[in-house]
């Protein structure tokens, strides 16, 4: 079946522009969650949607940093005004309720110059 | 604070060898530990876990070691192949309160195989 697919897959910006960046998780997967990776580095925790409960938000970096998930399943990440210290992989995962296990995506690479 | 981390940032191995990665970690109060496999331009991939209340799992070619008396996971790949090049990940699982569901991930280790 389909795994999780993220848009763009690249994605090159101007300092101080906004950027979206999408998520398709697997279908029927309650569950959804952004990462951030930096070059060299492991993935950070971002942001959390579970079902219709309210969105863990404790690892957003800054205020310039939201996301959406609509209907419960396509969720967006915007980065507002973005800075070169943004310019990293972000990758989205999806899991069932319940389910420990987290399927990702192929990830966005942000280049911001 | 949480972290996870492991000791060797790369490994290169012959075809064949045996390669074992290691990652030291600092909350005891995770579920489970995981290791995920990343090939470049993808996203990471589930190798194997294990849970906290045991100290050796086995897969297919895989096996995880999790030593709780040091806080250390290792992940063992048996007669490695150039297919198993990537950087590996170890990640523990938050365990519960606002930690649950969450992975705190290690920094990676690099495993180049040579044929």
């Known amino acids: 079946g389909a795994g999780v697919s993220q848009s763009p897959s690249n994605k090159v910006t101007e300092k101080g522009k906004d950027v979206e960046l999408r998520c398709d998780p697997i279908s029927g997967h309650t569950a959804l969650y952004w990462y951030r990776q930096s070059l060299g580095q492991g993935l950070e925790f971002l942001i959390y949607?579970?079902?219709?409960?309210?969105?863990?938000k404790s690892g957003l970096p800054s205020d310039r940093f939201s996301a959406e998930r609509t209907g419960g399943s396509v969720s967006t990440l915007t980065i507002q005004r973005t800075q070169q210290e943004d310019s990293a992989v972000y990758l989205c995962a999806s899991g069932q309720a319940g389910h420990w296990e987290q399927y990702f995506g192929p990830g966005t690479r942000l280049t911001v110059t | 604070g949480e972290s996870v981390g492991l000791h060797l940032p790369t490994l290169s191995v012959q075809e064949g060898d045996n390669s074992i990665i290691n990652c030291a970690y600092s909350n005891s109060a995770s579920d489970y530990f995981i290791w995920y496999k990343q090939e470049s331009g993808k996203g990471p991939q589930f190798i194997i876990d294990?849970?906290?209340?045991?100290d050796k799992r086995q897969g297919q070619r895989v096996t995880v070691l999790l030593n709780k008396t040091v806080k250390h996971l290792s992940l063992q790949i048996a007669a490695t192949q150039p297919g198993d090049s990537a950087v590996y990940f170890c990640?523990?699982?938050?365990?519960?309160?606002?930690?649950?569901?969450?992975?705190?991930f290690g920094q990676g280790t690099i495993l180049t195989v040579h044929p």
């Open positions: 294990i849970r906290s209340n045991m």
């Open positions: 990640a523990e699982l938050g365990a519960g309160g606002t930690s649950y569901g969450k992975l705190t």
């Open positions: 949607f579970q079902g219709n409960s309210a969105p863990d």
